[in-house]
């Protein structure tokens, strides 16, 4: 439940031609982090891309910070984007790029706002070379310092961890977990499900247009820990293990491939976690090897949907 | 003020790259060294008006329009950057200002330098100085706010830019009064002619209009880019 809601989607749809990209999808988000998190080709941008006013909805209402951005130009004041597309104005420097950022908003210091954007993001305002010079990192890091330049109190990013090295990646996350903090109402899509875990967020799970899920991380991460597993296993004896795990209700059946391998289906995988060692131990097999076979975002998401 | 001083220097930077400016200034040149041989044989004012009329303001200032004015936002729209200049407080009027105002910037000293040089470069008598430089900047900053617009409009711009100046206003405006005056090069032609009495094949627009139609092209043209920048999908 939000108390504040800050955007408010009420079954917006978006159709290109007879493609449905969005199709009737409602909600609310209020101050904090939330992510859109979804498969490639789920719609997200393209909910993005509605929610800062760069395309209309073909059908449904949208409400940022109580206006619509796409009328109301002054509404930009309070929203920052970082957009998924590469493209900069690569013939200026990041100082350039960002203080043009700031400008446009009309900021009195803009020299102080752009130099205090750049160093959150770990750039540096003095650097002379152009943006055609940086590398994909350095250019997202420039597209998150102009978003935030204005101080906006809506922020949306998309995919912006992308190209960044693990070290930023950390920061970043930390960054956007302290804007939520102050009370900014932060979105940030991704089709990477540990980046949503690590912003420890309001999670909205985007699948083939449609609002599949939503709620705490936990939740949505329990849910998806509910749904059927299938794991493969290697072991000196698996016929013994699958035996005793079969025994102790951990799997719901086993397919045998060979004397070493099996494929076994599981409802708990949390119980299965839990028993598959001890099992082993217990009928004095070693376990070679457990790894699951459906557990990619994708059969996550399909399990979403058709639930 | 200081969004559109912002905007403008910014999209001069943008609009105006290396090979663009160079491949446009070549065209320009080429024509100016054309205009000398051609004055060596022949340099009354006739001469001089005709290869202004059918070499400058048929071709070069067009074409450079084109090129430079498509670019002010179809690039923009092409490389995902409209966004940076969408999503500001700053209204569509002073942006499309902005774009328009440095495609006019670029476009000058490419187009209406070179033109205005032409009847000095064919040693032709001085009174076809100042019509030329007239029509040509008249008819560029036209262009370029028909350009600008059509780069929005379309990711095909120079392609059908291409088609209006060298078919529509090369070839149909031709046929009669009516599609004449669809072409800007008629009014621009038309100061030439008025000024110069030359005869151009396009129709023959007296003096009030060859000036008021394509200021009223110029601001019908700026009216619908900005209309349409509030409407349009931002990639």
């Known amino acids: 439940m939000i108390d504040q809601p800050m955007i ?23 101050p904090g982090v939330t992510a859109l998190l979804g498969p490639n ?17 073909s059908k449904g209402t949208l409400t940022i910070l ?14 920052g984007l970082v957009p998924q597309q590469d493209g900069l104005f690569d013939q200026l420097t990041a100082a350039e790029f960002v203080g043009l950022a700031a400008t446009l908003h009309q900021l009195d210091d803009v020299a102080g706002a752009l130099t205090g954007a750049l160093e959150l993001v770990h750039l ?19 597209k998150i310092a102009q978003a935030l330049v204005h101080d906006p109190d809506v922020v949306f990013l998309d995919e912006p961890l992308t190209g960044l090295d693990p070290r930023q990646r950390l920061h970043m996350i930390e960054l956007f977990a302290l804007l939520g903090a102050r009370g900014k109402c932060v979105v940030v899509s991704s089709h990477v499900l540990e980046e949503v875990e690590r912003f420890g967020s309001r999670v909205l799970v985007i699948v083939q247009g449609r609002l599949a899920a939503e709620g705490d991380f936990h939740a949505i991460r329990d849910l998806m820990d509910e749904r059927p597993h299938r794991i493969g296993l290697r072991s000196n004896d698996v016929r013994s293990l699958c035996t005793g795990l079969l025994d102790g209700g951990a799997i719901v059946g086993v397919q045998l491939m060979g004397t070493d391998r099996a ?45 | 003020m200081k969004q559109f001083r912002a905007l403008y220097l910014t999209q001069i930077r943008v609009q105006a790259t290396r090979a663009r400016l160079a491949s446009l200034a070549a065209l320009g040149a080429a024509g100016m060294f054309v205009a000398y041989i051609l004055g060596r044989r022949v340099s009354t004012v006739n001469a001089a008006a005709e290869f202004v009329g059918l070499f400058g303001l048929a071709v070069l200032v067009p074409v450079t329009a084109l090129v430079v004015a498509s670019a002010g936002f179809g690039d923009t729209v092409d490389d995902g950057t409209l966004v940076y200049l969408w999503m500001r407080p700053v209204r569509r009027t002073v942006l499309a200002a902005a774009v328009v105002l440095a495609a006019v910037t670029i476009t000058v000293p490419l187009t209406v330098l070179p033109v205005t040089l032409i009847p000095l470069m064919m040693r032709a008598p001085s009174s076809i100085i100042a019509p030329s430089f007239l029509a040509s900047l008249l008819g560029l900053a036209t262009y370029c706010c028909v350009f600008t617009a ?3 409009r379309s990711k095909r711009a120079l392609m059908w830019g291409l088609l209006y100046v060298f078919i529509w206003e090369g070839f149909v405006a031709q046929a009669g009064g009516n599609a004449a005056r669809l072409a800007v090069r008629a009014y621009t032609q038309s100061i030439i002619s008025n000024s110069a009495g030359v005869t151009f094949e396009l129709a023959q627009i007296d ?29």
């Open chain 2, 150 to 152: 059509l780069g929005l």
């Open chain 1, 124 to 142: 540096d305002p003095a650097d002379p070379r152009p943006l055609r010079t940086y590398s994909k990192g350095m250019k997202q890091r420039v």
């Open chain 1, 66 to 79: 109580g206006g619509n951005p796409r009328k109301d130009v002054s509404l930009t004041r309070r929203i």
């Open chain 1, 8 to 30: 408010v989607a009420a079954g917006i749809t978006k159709w290109f031609g007879s493609v449905v990209a969005v199709s009737d999808v409602s909600f609310s988000i209020g």
């Open chain 1, 263 to 307: 494929i076994v289906d599981t409802a708990e995988v949390a119980t299965f976690r839990r028993t598959v060692a001890s099992v082993a131990q217990l009928r004095g097999v070693s376990l070679l090897e457990v790894r699951p076979l459906d557990d990619d975002l994708e059969s996550v998401f399909k399990y979403l949907v058709g639930r």
């Open chain 1, 41 to 57: 080709g789920a719609g997200k941008s393209t909910v993005m891309r509605m929610l800062c006013g760069l395309t209309p909805p």
């Open chain 2, 207 to 235: 003096s009030p209009w060859s000036f008021v139609v394509p200021l009223a092209v110029m601001a019908v043209s700026f009216g619908y880019t900005v209309r349409r920048l509030g409407r349009h999908d931002v990639p």
